[in-house]
């Protein structure tokens, strides 16, 4: 089946550093990649849509400046958190759609993040 | 804009079934899908059905939907220990771009 990873699993960061999670699909090609948010106990929220080639289409209330996507080719799309502040603390989960593939979005096993 | 709703927490015994509801309100959803997480980890596609079917059934996993109630199942027949997770539904919509709204979860434990 579809694999999506991302890496790092877990980063700890000091406040004011930025850090870039990176989402691959591996054995497919992926025109779109989502990124999530999910808080502890929480459901996922979407952040951003990013499809390849192009800018990223952000959810309202989702900093674009502060959450750099992007989606240089079908196989990766980075996120990147500018500035961390300990609020940006979370569970960053990505999701792939396959080129051609239908209704299915395959998930990477997402990444926490914890900024001190 | 788009509301999907569920209970909580569902405890049931090993062996059981177990039967997780989800409520939408938008009535332009074209599949509807459920996710399994287990802690500390992403999400797991489980099955989905097209929005005309009413019910789809995956070896333990029976999915019934209900259109006209904008109602959603997913019963899991003979539930484990290994079944023990978070259980979320997820909707697309028409003119959605494929993207998937989420449900607020629901946490299955299951009792020895």
């Known amino acids: 089946g579809a694999v999506v990873s991302q890496h790092p699993s877990r980063v700890i960061c000091k406040s004011g550093t930025s850090v870039k999670i990176e989402c691959r699909s591996l054995?497919?090609?992926?025109?779109?990649m989502f990124w999530y948010r999910q808080f502890p106990k929480q459901s996922l929220m979407l952040m951003a849509t990013?499809?390849?080639?192009?800018?990223?289409?952000?959810e309202q209330g989702v900093e674009k400046d502060k959450f750099l996507i992007n989606h240089a080719s079908l196989t990766l799309s980075t996120l990147t958190v500018t500035s961390a502040h300990p609020e940006d603390s979370s569970f960053y989960i990505c999701?792939?759609?396959?080129?051609?593939?239908?209704?299915?979005?395959?998930f990477g096993p997402g990444t926490r993040l914890l900024v001190l | 804009g788009e509301d999907v709703e569920q209970s909580l927490f569902l405890s049931v015994r090993e062996g059981d079934s177990s039967v997780i509801n989800c409520t939408y309100t938008?009535?332009?959803?074209?599949?509807l899908y459920w996710y399994k997480q287990e802690p500390g980890a992403g999400l797991q596609l489980l099955t989905y059905?097209?929005?005309?079917?009413d019910m789809k059934q995956d070896q333990r996993l029976t999915v019934l939907l209900n259109k006209k109630d904008k109602h959603l199942s997913l019963r899991i027949a003979d539930t484990q220990t290994g079944d023990s997770a978070i259980y979320f539904c997820?909707?697309?919509?028409?003119?959605?771009?494929?993207?998937?709204?989420f449900g607020t979860g629901t946490q299955l434990k299951v009792e020895l």
């Open positions: 999701s792939a759609h396959a080129a051609g593939g239908g209704e299915t979005q395959y």
């Open positions: 054995d497919f090609q992926a025109t779109t």
């Open positions: 990013s499809n390849e080639g192009s800018k990223a289409t952000y």
């Open positions: 938008d009535s332009s959803s074209t599949y």
């Open positions: 059905i097209f929005s005309n079917m």
């Open positions: 997820a909707e697309t919509i028409t003119g959605g771009g494929n993207k998937l709204t």
